[in-house]
């Protein structure tokens, strides 16, 4: 069983057919490429994989790809294709918020929807925010600086 | 940079390894692919033993998309198919018997995963059970079967001078180690008073986000695999050993590694997907999912009772120290673990004597393996809540008594070893000061302090590097060493520049595989920017050297008259840019200087562990707490942790390093196990074994890099990678004490076992 899909992923329209068990972190990967999208825990507890589905962050290890029929989707390579790093990958570098880096990409598109939501968060909405997420590696507390620097390049930007 | 440019808000430019993963571009063993790649899956036992009566295939076989079962009858021509570090006990794939839920029994070929998946599910293996045997206890008594019938390959790990080590000493009991120095009996007989606590260390996971992955491709003879494992070397004798291959018949890649913290460590299911490619006859990549991940390895769990003394002037006399780890079903890193444990287990403290013994028992559980500062933190867990514990005894304050009971810098560890390198007060000072301890304790909380120890570097421990300058002074630094996360990459860049003379992002971190690059012992051990280091320093002088050598032939001038500044000679009043000079004399492509290094450690029997250790750990921890009376609900306010970088290359990566580790700490400390319902393990997977997330975290937590300049690493570095891990469990354990009374020994601290030692103070107090 199949289903044919037409979908844009970081600004452009794609028209494919796929497999109606395919999720979409494999339709990503291995139809488009897009491997920075990465599966860990492969349960929706990671956050690994996130990517924004009109805006929204979806773990997409545990979404159908048909979901995909008619959206808007941004992954990591989406936020950089200008050839310039983007406020909240340059602040995740900034604050040292990246070390194995398999959690960042995931990590770097959901603040991205939480700073579209709210602009200037303070600490506990961060905080819950990104239990979405897993880090093994950094402790947190770098990431949470990370967030609040992007909040202010953002607000850099916009003025 | 690929075209990235990475300073648009202004701060500084990051190297690719690092920008790279900010956008998505990095490669990880995950994401390798290679033509005509077959996927593979294994089918994995639901007991956690019993003996494998028959295997039947055919239903898997039969199906479209399958290009092999293997069974361990496929590993019967195989020259040595067992691995494991030392002693080697574990099959490439289990052959007649299972020993842990979780043990690999067949493994499939197909054309896609979910073929692969289909066709392992279609395996029928009968089985026969035998006693599951799920902690040391058990696998101790006298009626216990025996879990192996044949002695272990290979050999336990020799030791050296007040130290012994002997591998199956009675059955079921993988390795034995000892240590000590002084008259224990003695000592203990004179003392104002002795105590005697047991304390119990959990089994956690590693978790990291990248599960197990790797590629295999044969070519003839030669077989190259894509591994994220941390150890390229050792992997590659493995290989070759196991298949009877000379070892330049084997390459192992390693690609970016989406965390290790030791369980990518030594040997895992590298040798069986090399089978699994050579019996299909095409590359064949085999990721493991979460839940496999987590049943490949975990930190050794652990019972440690200690008989301790104490004068009448409050100073420590004499430690006993009895420890029985839960090695689980394999080998994997046991008998390292066994003698770290054992040797890590008077912690900062001077002694009159000391006297421990480690033996790791087998039971059908999750093989125990290397885990971030294994050893040392068994060890810091029990040490330092006993430490705590005695100070409260005696009256004394704990911050005091460990003050009194320090090593200073300088003095021996223990007769033979390496003097501290570290100012235990002053790091001890530090954190204190960082959570206010000048100020009395808000009302209700209780303050805990902990003191961690470890040795690193590793033992006689070895490294090369190579460095490739340019005529243009770009440099390409190849050295072994796996950047998992640690920033090693970066920090032997840092090394390189600092050596050369230039800007550190004119180094660049080769791709390792073992065909090109220097060799090294794995990344383990905290070793990596202190052994390496020496080696590219050593790379980097070298290539300084020739340089000079250069200048002097063109210019004529004494060796002594060249001065290397940025990439110029400057020889008196005049300076020659290097890169007209080098292109006028070499012509064609140009040139590059090729500088070499090479470090070892050397062995000596006088020291405990067979070689001096190159580096002392220090983990100062301070914790402020609140206790809920009714609920046994811990809350944790404060928590700073403190090492020792000896000199921070990178103070940010410093950081990075302690924090890390220590949420991984606290993590175990306040709710992190993974657990056992029976024989089965009940949360070995990731929507039930929790880990800390940002709603967890202390309201304040933070981290001090201290440089204490006594290292022996490049410019007196020190390692610190695994630093933070050992003194948080004891430090938020000695503020619950301090708080409530509640004396807790065993991890981690649930409301239930709060309660439960809650009520014990209570009824003491009555």
Known sequence: ?159 | MDGIDSRPHGVAAFPAYLSDKATGRTVYAFDVALPGMLHGKLLRSPHAHAWIRGIDTSAALAMAGVAAVLTGRDTADLPDPFYGVGLRDQPVICTDRVRYVGDTVAAVVACDERTAFAAAEAIVVEYEPLPALMTPEAALAPEAPALFDHPAGGAMLAVGAGSTSAGEPEKNVLCEYTFGYGDVAAALAESAAVYTDSFGFTRINHFHLEPHVNVARWTGDRVEMWSCNQDPFVIRGDIARIFGLPLHNVCLHTPAVGGGFGGKSYCKMEPLVALMARRADAPVRLGLTFDESVLTSTKHAAILTLTTGVDAAGRLTARRAEIVLDGGAYADASCTTAIKTGFRIGGPYRWRAIGSRARVVRTTCVPGGSFRGFGGTQASWASERQIDMIARSRGIDPYDFRMRNFLAPGEPFAPGDSGMDSDLGAGLAEVAEQIGAALPCPPGRGRGFAVGLKDAGGTGNHAQAILKVTQGGEAILSAAVVDIGQGAAGALCRIAAETLGIAPDQVVYARIDTDHTPPDNGTHVSCGTVVTGLAVEQAARDVRRQIVEFVVTQLGCAPEAVVLDGWTARVGNHVHPLEPMIRAWYGGIGWEFIGRGAFKEPYDAAAPLRSKNMCWMPCWSAAEVTVDRETGKVTLHRLVVGADAGRAVDARACHGQIEGAAIQALSQAMFEELRYDGAVPENATPRLYRVMQTPDLPEDFRSVVAEHRMGRGPGQLKGIGEAGMLGIAAAVANAIQDATGACLTSLPFTPEKVLAALDAADSRAE
């Not at chain 1, 492969?42 to 790809?65: E, I, K, M, S, Y």
């Not at chain 1, 959206?71 to 294709?81: F, K, N």
Request: glycine residues 6%; charged residues 15%; contains cysteine.
């Open chain 1, 1 to 159: 069983m199949s289903t044919q899909l037409s979908f844009r992923v970081n600004g452009t329209m794609h028209c494919l057919t796929v497999a109606n068990e395919l999720t979409l972190a494999d339709l990503l990967r291995d139809q488009l490429s897009l491997t920075g999208c990465k599966v860990g825990c492969d349960q929706a507890v990671c956050g690994a994989c996130t990517v924004l589905v009109d805006g929204r962050p979806v773990a997409a290890c545990a979404t159908f790809a048909f979901m995909a029929e008619a959206a808007d989707i941004v992954t990591i390579e989406g936020l950089s294709s200008t050839g310039r790093l983007d406020p909240v990958q340059q602040a995740f570098l900034e604050a040292g918020a990246i070390q194995c880096g398999y959690c960042t990409a995931g990590m770097v598109l959901s603040v991205h929807a939480l700073l579209r939501r709210c602009s200037d968060p303070d600490d506990a909405t961060i905080r819950a925010w990104l239990e979405a997420h897993v880090c093994r590696c950094t402790g947190y507390a770098a990431i949470l600086d990370a967030v609040r620097l992007a909040a202010r390049y953002l607000h850099q930007e916009a003025a």
